[in-house]
C-alpha cells in the first residue's frame, strides 16, 4: 500500500492564480482531511470528509474548496491565491468508519506551497 | 486562549536523557489524547494514544493524561538522536469528528 499520496510536493503560485492540492488514499479510509502547518499555529483543520459525497469546514475554511466523489481521493482547491496561503499542506486519513474513532489519521508527506 | 496550548521549544538535551513534554488545555470534553511525532519534512505519524486519565507505557515511552488538571505528558527514557523530531499533542471529543493539536515542541537530542 502506498498509503497517503500527495501531489505535488512542491509549488510555487501567483497571487490571484488557483491550483489542486491532489490527495489519494489505498487503505479505503471514508475519514479524509486536509490541515495546513505554519510556524508557531500547528496544524489547524481546512475542510474534511467522512465519507464520499460528504464535506464539511474545519477550523480555517476560507480560500479554499473541497469535493469528495470517491473514497479514495479528496482535493483540495484554492481558487485564487493569497499570500497568506503559503503553507504546508497535509492530507490525512482514518480508518474509522466515517467518524474519527481513535483519532489515528494517517498523514501524506505535505505539499509546500508558495504564493507570491 | 488558544485551545490546546504547547511549548515550541526547541528542547537540547543530550543522549541517554530523560525527555518531559508537555501540553495543557482547556477544554473539558475532551476524552482522547495523543501523541504524534513528526520528522522534518514528512507527516506526523502517531506515537501514542490514551483515553480519558492514567499512564500507558510502550518501550520507551510513556504517555500521562491528568483530567483534573487539563494536562498531559509525554516522557522519553534513554533518549536517542533518533528521536530528535518535533512531537504534537492531540485531542478530541467523545463524538467528535475533528483533532486538535498543540503548536508543537521540538527535540533536539545530541549524541
Request: charged fraction near 15%; aromatic fraction near 12%; include cysteine.
Amino acid at each position: 500500500n502506498a498509503g497517503v499520496t500527495q501531489t505535488p510536493k512542491f509549488q510555487v503560485l501567483k497571487t490571484g492564480q488557483s491550483m489542486t492540492l491532489q490527495c489519494a488514499q489505498d487503505m479505503n479510509h471514508e475519514y479524509m482531511s486536509w490541515y495546513r502547518q505554519d510556524p508557531g499555529m500547528g496544524l489547524r483543520l481546512i475542510h474534511y470528509s467522512v465519507g464520499a459525497g460528504i464535506t464539511d469546514q474545519g477550523e480555517v475554511p476560507n480560500g479554499y474548496n473541497v469535493s469528495r466523489s470517491t473514497t479514495e481521493d479528496f482535493p483540495l482547491r484554492l481558487l485564487s491565491a493569497a499570500p497568506s496561503q503559503t503553507s504546508v499542506y497535509f492530507c490525512a486519513s482514518s480508518y474509522s468508519g466515517g467518524r474519527l474513532g481513535t483519532g489515528e489519521l494517517f498523514f501524506g508527506e505535505g505539499s509546500r506551497l508558495t504564493v507570491l | 486562549q488558544k485551545e490546546v496550548e504547547q511549548d515550541p521549544g526547541p528542547l537540547s538535551v543530550p543522549e541517554g536523557a530523560i525527555v518531559s513534554l508537555n501540553c495543557t488545555y482547556s477544554n473539558s470534553a475532551f476524552q482522547y489524547f495523543m501523541w504524534y511525532r513528526q520528522y522534518s519534512r514528512k507527516g506526523p505519524e502517531l506515537l501514542m494514544y490514551t483515553y480519558s486519565s492514567g499512564n500507558k507505557e510502550d518501550g520507551r515511552f510513556t504517555a500521562q493524561v491528568d483530567k483534573s488538571s487539563k494536562y498531559i505528558s509525554l516522557f522519553i527514557r534513554d533518549s536517542q538522536p533518533s528521536d530528535s523530531a518535533t512531537y504534537l499533542c492531540a485531542m478530541m471529543n467523545t463524538g467528535f469528528q475533528k483533532l486538535v493539536f498543540g503548536t508543537g515542541t521540538r527535540l533536539l537530542v545530541s549524541p
